[in-house]
């Protein structure tokens, strides 16, 4: 229902608006100025520039640290070690996650709220960082690639080019930046809501696998109220201890 509705959502403002649609190939922009005005308000705010120097500090850290990720994962693949790790992520009418090489589906609302998460604070950013870096914005736009929607911030390319490359570099890491502290904010959220609001109930190990089959466990009895002994197949004396109240890694019977 909500892809429908965003589908549908959509169509409704390209037919509205028709006459600032522009259709290449088998994408959609709509350019506009719409939003111009509250992100001027926002970008009052004098610690702008610092914000964003930090910013490019980040933001070569971060690309960094992403070549070094895909070296070793490529070089992983091609030695048989692991299996692709990065996958596009598309909204599915279902429930639920699945996972097919190089495709990660997620329930639809999950999917809208991730796109918008991100579009509203990449996009804004760079518009931002260009006002306090005296940058002309020529417009800001959205864009439909299928069903998998985009905006934009089209500054004046003349003015981006002649700009010190410092503040080019503002412009330029501006959204990658404030789409990592979201990613930080996101995670600090989850953390406070588990340790306040979810109590776990269930069979926690320290040593020895993440993984037991339930087709290798030979036996599992009860120590006392915290600990189990878990012996499997290929080792008889194989002893494992599971923390029951006392988490430190989850075990996983499959």
């Given amino acids: 229902l909500a892809l429908i509705l965003f589908i ?16 290449k190939g088998i994408a959609i922009i709509w350019r506009t100025k719409k939003g111009k005005s509250l992100v001027e308000k926002l970008a009052r705010w004098k610690y702008w520039n610092l914000y964003f120097d930090f910013g490019i500090i980040i933001s070569f850290a971060a690309m960094l640290y992403g070549l070094f990720f895909l070296l070793e994962n490529t070089w992983k693949i091609l030695r048989g070690f692991v299996a692709p790790s990065l996958a596009l992520v598309l909204p599915t009418p279902s429930s639920s996650f699945s996972f097919s090489p190089g495709i990660l589906f997620v329930p639809a609302t999950y999917w809208i709220f991730g796109i918008a998460a991100i579009i509203l604070t990449h996009e804004p950013a760079h518009a931002i960082a260009c006002i306090k870096n005296r940058i002309k914005i020529k417009s800001f736009g ?17 003015r981006l ?7 080019q570099l503002r412009v330029y890491c ?61 080792n008889e004396s194989y002893l494992s201890l599971i923390h029951i109240s006392e988490p430190t890694r989850p075990l996983y019977i499959s």
């Avoid at 080019?161 to 503040?167: F, I």
């Avoid at 989850?190 to 040593?207: C, V």
């Fill in 8 to 23: 549908l959502g959509m169509l409704c403002l390209v037919i509205k608006d028709r006459r600032r649609i522009e259709i």
């Fill in 161 to 167: 080019k002649l700009a010190a490359p410092r503040k």
């Fill in 174 to 234: 501006a959204g990658s930046f404030s789409n990592i502290l979201l990613a930080l904010f996101a995670i600090l959220l989850l953390h406070l809501f588990l340790f306040f609001f979810f109590d776990y109930k269930g069979l926690y190990f320290s040593y020895p696998y993440a993984v037991v089959n339930k087709s290798d466990i030979a036996n599992i009895s009860e120590y006392n109220t915290k600990l189990l002994k878990v012996i499997t197949k290929e």
């Fill in 142 to 158: 959205w864009l439909l690639f299928l069903i998998i929607p985009g905006a934009f911030v089209e500054p004046d390319e003349k």
